[in-house]
């Protein structure tokens, strides 16, 4: 069909950070993902868009190995990543920030922090840390002088930018982020967002962000994608997302 447009400039697989092809995810017998393709080329932020259970978080299990594709292929930086564990994933490079959060709420935030720094070696733990903690705190500096307290005590925002910061301790190449704006004040929400295309643009890190709010996720997006009921319904760039009158109405009217 006509809306189903095709990325304009042919791309050649070496440009791509990201391939996702032809994925099919089930629970069960129920179908969640329905031969979704995507890609993600260096440096670029992807976004992925859809309403309630159209299948954004279980594109993000699967990508981090925490669900296996009954077919499809998932390429990143030119390796077959899929069906290998989420270990193995996150030390290629793949850094996830799910949905929540998922902070560890009895421990401090600079223990939070730390545990980002897992897929690290001790060697090299040693030698990067206080830069990787530089960075963090040159981003959200709100988290230095909130160190010793528990993450559990941060606001929803503070808590959403350790989410993020702890990722990035990582050092990723690429980062998935599942719905960063849920809960956050309008305001917050265009401040996270300019923050991660900041920290992630001078890193040089890929972003494939899957989000409800269309809105805040096109004013950072380079391409993106609209998932409806596990399928690939539209695809473009910002402008052509929003220029497109059903997409408007579905995801941005109101
Ligand atoms: P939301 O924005 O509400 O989180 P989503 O786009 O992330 O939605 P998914 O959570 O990926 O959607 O769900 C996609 C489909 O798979 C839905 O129909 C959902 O009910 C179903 N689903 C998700 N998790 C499971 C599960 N553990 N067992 C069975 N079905 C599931």
Request: charged fraction near 25%; avoid cysteine; proline fraction near 6%.
């Given at each position: 069909p006509d809306h189903l447009q095709k990325d304009p400039t042919p791309t050649q697989i070496q440009d791509l950070h990201l391939a996702v092809e032809d994925l099919c995810v089930f629970y069960g017998e129920a179908q969640a993902l329905n031969h979704v393709s995507l890609s993600v080329k260096k440096g670029q932020t992807v976004a992925v868009l859809g309403s309630n259970g159209a299948g954004k978080t279980t594109l993000l299990?699967?990508?981090?190995?925490?669900?296996?594709?009954?077919?499809?292929?998932?390429?990143?930086?030119?390796?077959?990543?899929?069906?290998?564990?989420?270990?193995?994933?996150?030390?290629?490079?793949?850094?996830?920030?799910?949905?929540?959060?998922?902070?560890?709420?009895?421990?401090?935030?600079?223990?939070?922090?730390?545990?980002?720094?897992?897929?690290?070696?001790?060697?090299?733990?040693?030698?990067?840390?206080?830069?990787?903690?530089?960075?963090a705190f040159d981003t959200f500096p709100i988290l230095k002088s909130r160190l010793s307290q528990k993450a559990e005590t941060l606001s929803g925002g503070e808590r959403q930018m350790l989410a993020v910061a702890r990722a990035l301790m990582s050092n990723p190449e690429l980062v998935a982020l599942d719905e960063p704006s849920l809960g956050l004040s309008p305001l917050l929400v265009t401040e996270m967002m300019r923050l991660l295309k900041n920290v992630c643009s001078n890193m040089s890190i890929s972003i494939l962000l899957v989000e409800q709010n269309a809105k805040a996720a096109l004013k950072i997006a380079d391409y993106a994608?609209?998932?409806?009921?596990?399928?690939?319904?539209?695809?473009?760039s910002g402008r052509e997302v929003v220029s497109n009158p059903s997409i408007y109405s579905a995801y941005l009217g109101g």
């Open positions: 299990r699967t990508l981090t190995g925490m669900l296996r594709p009954r077919e499809g292929n998932i390429v990143f930086s030119g390796l077959n990543i899929e069906g290998k564990p989420p270990s193995e994933i996150i030390r290629k490079g793949i850094a996830i920030v799910p949905e929540g959060g998922e902070l560890f709420g009895a421990m401090s935030v600079s223990d939070n922090l730390l545990l980002g720094t897992y897929p690290m070696s001790r060697s090299e733990r040693k030698e990067k840390l206080s830069a990787r903690l530089k960075t994608y609209v998932l409806e009921r596990g399928e690939v319904s539209f695809q473009g």
